[in-house]
């Protein structure tokens, strides 16, 4: 399966992305050998960094992790491909602009039967690449271009929660979604791999650690992100915990939305 991360934080964070590490899901250790990328967002854009590639064995990679990096936001996606080739059209996160801000895309897991969707049909000739992951994301921008307007943080978030819940029916639905404003998170299961091989999908899709009873200004070695003047408002977000510290699973079904290290709202499905 794909390893996911996210970040987000109420203040500018310096993230170092050690990709020897976190590189270990790209390939040193497990089978996830079909390319990396890393968002870092910076006001309406963001620096996005993505090969189709291992990352354990990247020059790229190895950049990213010696140029650091201030964000409040970031995602970063190691891939192990079930739908789409290892081409770097394939390789997440995935980025369009809407309403003048560069929206992010990555997810974990398998949606079944997602192109035959008619709903799908007029977007298939707008993927660049042929994954289900693009794809599912072009259909949560569909929706949201559907809204009002006026729309505002409710009504997208519930646009958001309907979509991930149906994109659920179809498979392992593990997404992070960032708008250039907010992140959002859906959680709902993931393979685990065994000595024997990929378990049978289940929870928990994603676990969340929050950094409450950090010192101001601290700094943090996860197996991944090297995270200097951490915020006590900051939540991370990953596939499985990244240190020996409590990580809280999220229950299947459960969608958040969060911006600047606070969570404005929560479903669960």
């Not at 500018?12 to 089978?31: D, K, M, P, T």
């Not at 990213?64 to 891939?79: G, K, N, T, W």
């Not at 915020?231 to 240190?243: E, I, K, M, N």
């Given at each position: ?75 970063a996606h190691v891939r192990r491909a079930s739908k ?79 979509f991930a819940a149906e994109m659920q029916e179809l ?99």
């Amino acid at each position: 399966m794909c390893e996911l991360f996210a970040m987000t934080s109420a203040e500018v964070a310096i993230v170092s992305y050690e990709l020897q590490s976190f590189a270990a899901e790209g390939g040193e250790r497990h089978r996830n050998r079909d390319g990396w990328g890393i968002m870092f967002a910076e006001e309406r854009d963001a620096h996005v960094f993505r090969e189709a590639a291992p990352a354990s064995n990247s020059e790229l990679a190895r950049m990213v992790f010696e140029r650091e990096i201030a964000c409040r936001h970031l995602i970063a996606h190691v891939r192990r491909a079930s739908k789409g080739q290892p081409l770097l059209a394939n390789t997440h996160p995935f980025t369009r602009t809407r309403k003048g801000r560069a929206h992010h895309f990555a997810h974990n897991g398998t949606l079944h039967g997602i192109e035959q969707l008619a709903e799908s049909k007029p977007l298939l000739s707008e993927r660049v690449g042929d994954t289900d992951s693009e794809l599912a994301f072009l259909l949560l921008l569909s929706r949201l271009d559907a809204l009002d307007e006026m729309a505002g943080d409710e009504e997208e978030f519930a646009t958001f929660a309907r979509f991930a819940a149906e994109m659920q029916e179809l498979g392992s639905s593990n997404f992070l979604f960032f708008d250039g404003r907010s992140l959002f998170v859906h959680a709902d299961r993931r393979a685990f791999e065994t000595p024997d091989g990929l378990t049978e999908p289940r929870e928990p899709g994603l676990v969340m650690r929050h950094f409450g009873d950090c010192e101001p200004g601290q700094d943090y070695n996860l197996c991944g992100p090297r995270m200097s003047d951490v915020s006590p408002r900051t939540l991370v977000f990953a596939s499985v915990p990244l240190d020996d510290t409590e990580w809280q699973p999220l229950a299947r079904g459960t969608s958040l939305h969060l911006r600047n290290g606070v969570e404005i709202a929560r479903q669960v499905a």
